[in-house]
């Protein structure tokens, strides 16, 4: 017997949704636009989307539930669960960039878990970039893969300084030897391994808990300039941990009054 949900008073109707899991509250927002309206008046979800490229995918209490698109109609909202422990469906989307934007508002989701940069059309990922910066959601983590042929790099990592990243940032691109990008806001871990682009007055102004730079430009008198800066009190007071890989550290010049290679054979422990 059909249920007359939009008749539900509006607390116990909110109840109903609360009950349901990501694949059957978006089947039910599709519905029709006044229960899409009720479901996104519902308040702001403690869920988180992850985008990996191919897939969208909804984090609900340890549980993933998998979006991807189709064009179609036969397999429109098809679940499956083909290794019984993650769930699977396709939704009616041209691409996962307009999918991701979808689930975020009718799940009114709040928080990226992880965005995984692994494309080539600057354009696709320059709408799904401004669509995070205008809802001002927080990203946990961003990951840059080394494959995309992403020619615009500059005004990609425009965007992504825009963005609202609170806990990593890797970078795993190699970028032109003339590109250049300055980082005035920083997560709280990143991991950059075509780092030459990355001076020493950006990592002056790091409030980082852990730097990672490989392929670095750094020279011993950058290095040297850090460690002084953060031998004074209040310095770098997040920094736990910090790795430079760079050819251009020799044995010639002093860092803190040292040669390199400099050694710790005492306790290595950080409490």
């Not at 059309?121 to 992403?150: C, D, H, W, Y």
């Amino acid at each position: 017997m059909p249920i007359a949900l939009l008749k539900f008073p509006t607390d116990l109707l909110r109840e109903v949704f609360q009950q349901c899991d990501p694949f059957e509250l978006y089947k039910l927002s599709k519905c029709s636009k006044r229960i899409q309206k009720s479901i996104r008046s519902g308040g702001t979800k403690n869920w988180k989307l992850i985008f990996r490229g191919n897939l969208v995918i909804v984090s609900v209490d340890g549980l993933h539930y998998n979006f991807d698109v189709t064009e179609n109609p036969d397999e429109y909202f098809k679940t499956e669960n083909p290794r019984g422990y993650e769930n699977y469906i396709t939704i009616p989307f041209d691409d996962n960039f307009d999918a991701f934007l979808d689930l975020l508002d009718t799940f009114r989701i709040r928080i990226v878990e992880y965005l995984r940069i692994e494309f080539g059309s600057f354009e696709q990922f320059s709408k799904l970039a401004r669509g995070l910066i205008e809802r001002n959601i927080e990203i946990e983590e961003v990951l840059i893969e080394s494959t995309p042929q992403v020619k615009k790099v500059d005004k990609l990592m425009t965007l992504l300084t825009q963005m609202n990243t609170t806990q990593k940032f890797k970078c795993l691109k190699k970028f032109p030897p003339k590109f250049r990008h300055q980082m005035d806001k920083f997560p709280k871990n990143i991991l950059i391994y075509s780092s030459f682009w990355f001076t020493i007055d950006q990592l002056l102004e790091s409030t980082c808990v852990r730097i990672e730079l490989h392929g670095s430009m750094l020279k011993n008198q950058d290095i040297d300039l850090f460690f002084q800066k953060w031998k004074r009190s209040g310095s770098f007071p997040n920094l736990r941990w910090l790795e430079i890989f760079s050819k251009n550290i020799d044995d010639k010049s002093p860092i803190l009054g040292m040669i390199p290679p400099i050694e710790n054979y005492g306790n290595r422990s950080i409490s």
